[in-house]
Each structure stands twice: as C-alpha cells, then as structure tokens.
C-alpha cells in the first residue's frame, strides 16, 4: 500500500533499469507483438533463455517475475484447456466418452499457455524496471511527433502523472469511508454477491464526491501556477540515447530477425533439425 | 505606499448564468500594499475565497475592477503574468500537488512559464530552502504531515516567484503544530519581501497582520490593525467572530477593572502582566 505509487517497480540499480525508459517501451511493444510470430518450439526456447537473460541483467529475483504471472494464471490455464480440448485433430492422444484430447491439441494448448506466460513476465519486467514517472515521460517523448496532429500529448501525460500521483491518496481515502461504514456495521465480506455489491455503494458514493471536490480544488492550483501558460512549455527531463541503449535496440533488432525468418522462411524447420540432431538414428 | 493589488468597488455573483444569483461578493473595495502582512477573517461563506480568487484572476468581477502591478485582471494576454505575481495556496494540502515527488511538483508553475532548465532546478532549491525543506527534493508529499504537504505547495508557488502570497484557510485543515509551521514560513517569507495575503477564521492568526480586513455577508465592515480589531469586541461580535482565548482573557480583566491599556498578543506578555498584578 505505501508503495503503491510506485506500482510494481523493483528498485535496483542494474543496466535495465538505467535504459532510456524509451527504448524500454519500444522493445516491450515490439516483443509483444513478436510473441504472435513465435512458431517452432525452438524459438520458444530461444524466447525463454532470452528472457532468463534479461531477468538475471535487471537483478529483479524470478519469484517476483514468476508472482505477476500468478494473477493471471487461471487464464493461462483456461487458455491451456481450452485449446487442449477443443482443438481437433486426426492423431487421439487419449479418449474419454466425448472427450478427445488430439497431439494437435495438446501443441496448440502448450504453445498457447506458454507464448501467454512469455507475454506477462516479458511485459511485467518492464514495469518491474522502469517507474511510472519513467514511463510516464518516455510515453511522452515517444509521442511528440503527435503533437504535429494537434494531439493533446501534454495533457494526456500530465493527466496519467496526476492519476499516478492521486491513487494512494483515493485508496487511503477508501479504506477510511469503509472503516466508518464498518463502524456503522456495514459488512463486505459477507453474504452472497448482490449483497457485497450493495454494501459497496455507500462507499463509491462519497467516494466520488470527494473525488469530484478534489478535482475541482486541483484544477483551481493548476491554474493559480499557469498550467497552459505557453506552447512552449520547458521539459526538465530531457532523455539522451546512449550507446548502451543502441546496442540493445541492435540486439533485440536481431532477435526479432530471427522469430520472423523462422516463422516465413525456415517454416518452423529448427524443430525438425533439432529433432534430427537428438533422435539420430 | 506602492499598492501591489487593486480592487475597486467589485462585485460578483454566482449561477448568473442559471439564474440562481447567489450575490457573493457587494461592493468591495480593497488595496493590498506591497510588503504588508494582511488578514482576511470572516465567517464561513462570507466571502472570503471569492475575494482571494479575484486576486488572481481566476474569477473575474460582475461589475468593479481588480489590477495586479497595474494590470486588470480582465486582459486575457497578461493573465499568467498576474498569476505568477499573485500565487495562491488553498485549504486541502492533498489537493495542491500533481505530480509524485516533490521537485516535479514544484517544477509545475516555472514549466508551464517556460522557464529555462537550469533555472528551474535553482528555483526548486530556493523555493524548498525558503520553507525550510531543503533534502525533501526527491521525496513524496504522500507521507509527510499536513503542514509538510503545504509547505511544498508554498514551494510550489515560491518557484514562480510572485509578489503576493494568498493563502486561503490554508490551515484550516491542519492540526496545531501544521498551522504553526506554515504560519511561521508565512511570517518569515514576509519578512524576506513578498506580501501575503492570509485568509483565515481563526482569529490567533491574525496577530501579527500589518492589517486585518474582516468581511462579513460579501462586504468587508471592518479595516484595521490588530490592536484596533482586538479591542473592538462588539465589532468582532457583529461579525460572528470570536476573540481568541488571550485577548478574552485581557478584555475580561479590562472590564473588571485589573488593568487598562494596550493589549498584548503573546502568552509571555500576558503572564508577565498577571504577574505584576498580584
Ligand atoms: N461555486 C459556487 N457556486 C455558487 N455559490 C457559491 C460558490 N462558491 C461559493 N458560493 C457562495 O458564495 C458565498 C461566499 O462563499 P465563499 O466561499 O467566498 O465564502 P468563504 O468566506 O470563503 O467561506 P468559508 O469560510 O466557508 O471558506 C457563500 O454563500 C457560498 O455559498
Ligand atoms: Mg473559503
């Protein structure tokens, strides 16, 4: 709760966390979208080792990698059994009644759970590294070049820092209003769901006056300090790419060369060389 | 005397656009001089934070005028110069700060004037030593007291280096010890030249005005120095004000004849007093 505001930032001080939190932000979008490219097991493989690599770089310890996949892991699962049991193919691994679970199945499910779990630890050491202040700025250097369509970019990063700067500030104010409901006898956290909903109302209510009351109040000190005062607004932080951070750029440049040219070219074949290569006859 | 703050015969009313009319403020006219300690004291809804938005132009007259150093506060090309001269601390010291730490809310004001870089950091410095929160550069207002959290939102202000200093009821929400503080960065920062401006209606606080103005239904019924207010019972009385447990105790003593005179506003002072009329 006190570090809420931080989010899920691990401090350290390790080479990951010092990058420039927009080559961060760029490798992530792109490693999110590679993932869908990722084909021969290999790859996987080759994903995973890169990933562990990186972890053991950032000095963020596996457990509190491996902890943000708990809050998602029933959809893994979810995802795992659904494609385990729905996709149909023509080798039966195993039957039961209705029940068929197909080698394209359990493929499809395992590549499935696995490139969902790649997504969450690669898109988590992100945030594990990087502030939200640190995101916050570098989203906003990315999208400078907006600002040529009259996109409201400063306004829309000052909006997300404020929204950071203000979530403890609601959670503090949430667990007060509830602790005076509860003295009042007000229970959450019995009765079946409609009920825990309806005890939640009497504490969104002042909930959002108070928030609209405080908006109001900041919105009057954002003007009392000239917010809008100039286009020309000064930027006090001031990013700089460094070597370092081109090297990294490079190197994940070459790793997303490798996940396209096996899925369009080799067609997934390090699978079958690397078969070759173990059960050599 | 220079005057810093103009206010002629203004008025203003509330909901005029939807026609509710709720007349705030009637005919106030008003100088702030430059380098003076001045209190506003009225009772709730008396239209003492109308008056203070008026100082810098974020509500602008029904009918009357405001300058700041001669500008009208109605010149839409001048605005932000009269708000950087005029900075303004209000009552909630969790609703003053946007950014997490204390040095990107202090940056606030000077970024939004484009000021160069390197000055700003200096700013950040300077504003912080003026409220004597130097180290605090890299903290967060989230875990400091009332009185911390609205020393930083001075700061906050100090960093567009205005003139005037408003503070409306900033200390109406902090307990004792946060009142003090800011109060005393307040006194020390008129000191050091800028003018301030303190809304308030606990009247302790305006002990060490150069002026108190006492405001009472949108008019202001009463100008005057401490000395003048504080012995004027049945003025405070008509304002629905209270006279502080010190002076209370000395008008009490008046009228029972112990003793006659000037009064005095500190604890030491008054002991002193008792204590020679035993
Ligand atoms: N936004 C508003 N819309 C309509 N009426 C308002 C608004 N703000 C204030 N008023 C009314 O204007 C009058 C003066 O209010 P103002 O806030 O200036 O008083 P105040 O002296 O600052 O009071 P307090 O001690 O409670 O802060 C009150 O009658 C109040 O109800
Ligand atoms: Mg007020």
Redesign the pocket.
């Known amino acids: 709760m006190n570090n809420i505001s931080f989010g899920q930032y691990y401090p350290s001080n390790s080479f990951i966390h010092r990058l420039d939190p927009r080559v961060k932000l760029i490798c992530a979008v792109i490693y999110v979208a590679a993932i869908f490219f990722v084909d021969s097991y290999f790859v996987y493989a080759a994903v995973l080792l890169f990933g562990i690599t990186v972890i053991a770089l950032s000095r963020v310890p596996i457990g509190t990698v491996l902890k943000t996949v708990k809050s998602v892991l029933f959809l893994i699962l979810l995802t795992f059994a659904l494609n385990l049991f729905l996709v149909s193919g023509d080798k039966v691994l195993w039957s039961w009644k209705f029940i068929k679970i197909t080698a394209t199945g359990l493929d499809y499910a395992v590549r499935m759970a696995f490139r969902l779990f790649l997504l969450i630890t690669g898109t988590s050491l992100l945030t594990l590294t990087t502030t939200p202040m640190e995101l916050t700025d570098g989203l906003e250097s990315l999208m400078t070049p907006l600002k040529a369509v009259r996109f409201p970019v400063r306004d829309i990063a000052l909006i997300m820092s404020i929204a950071l700067r203000f979530i403890p500030t609601l959670m503090e104010e949430t667990t007060k209003i509830m602790n005076a409901q509860k003295a009042r006898g007000a229970s959450f956290d019995t009765g079946n769901l409609l009920k825990r909903v309806k005890a939640l109302l009497p504490v969104l209510i002042p909930l959002f006056v108070s928030a609209f009351r405080r908006a109001e109040e900041l919105a009057l000190a954002m003007d009392s300090r000239c917010y809008d005062a100039t286009p020309n607004r000064t930027r006090r932080r001031q990013f700089k790419i460094n070597m370092v951070d081109i090297a990294v750029l490079l190197i994940f440049a070459a790793f997303i060369t490798l996940i396209i040219l096996d899925k369009y070219l080799w067609g997934g074949a390090m699978d079958g060389i690397i078969y070759g290569l173990i059960f050599k006859k | 005397m220079d005057k810093v703050i103009e206010i002629k015969n203004i008025s203003y009313k ?2 005029a656009a939807e026609g ?1 009319d ?4 009637r005919g106030v006219s008003l100088d702030v001089f430059k380098g003076e300690f001045l209190v506003i004291a ?12 008026h100082m810098n132009g974020l509500l602008l007259p029904t009918s009357g005028e405001v300058r700041v150093n001669g500008i009208p506060t109605t010149n839409d090309a001048r605005i932000f110069e009269i708000r950087s001269a005029v900075g303004m601390v209000f ?1 909630n010291p969790d609703n003053q700060t946007v950014a997490t730490f204390v040095e990107d809310d202090i940056a606030f004001g000077p970024e939004n004037l484009g000021v160069p870089r390197e000055e700003i950091e200096r700013r950040i410095d300077e504003a912080l030593a003026a409220v004597g929160m130097s180290g605090h550069r890299k903290s967060t207002p989230q875990k400091m007291s009332g009185g911390q959290k609205q020393r930083i939102a001075i700061a906050g202000v100090l960093a567009m280096k205005p003139r005037v200093l408003v503070l ?2 900033s200390t ?1 929400m902090l307990d004792p010890r946060g009142r003090k503080e800011v109060v005393e960065t307040a006194r020390k920062l008129n000191k050091e030249g800028i003018t301030v401006v303190l ?1 308030t ?1 606990n009247t302790e606080e305006a002990f060490f005005a150069d002026r108190i103005v006492i ?1 009472n239904e ?1 008019h202001i019924t009463a100008v005057g120095t401490p000395k003048e207010i504080f012995t004027d019972a049945e003025t405070l009385n008509k304002n629905r004000l209270v006279l502080p447990p010190l002076l209370e105790i000395q008008r009490l003593l008046v009228i029972a004849g112990y003793c006659t005179g000037e009064p005095v506003f500190t604890e030491a002072e008054l002991s002193e007093r008792l204590i020679n009329l035993l």
Do not use: F
């Open positions: 509330y909901g509710v709720v007349e705030a403020l009225g009772h709730n809804g008396s239209g003492k934070s109308t008056l203070a938005k009552q409306d009821e109406s809304i209606h405001m949108g």
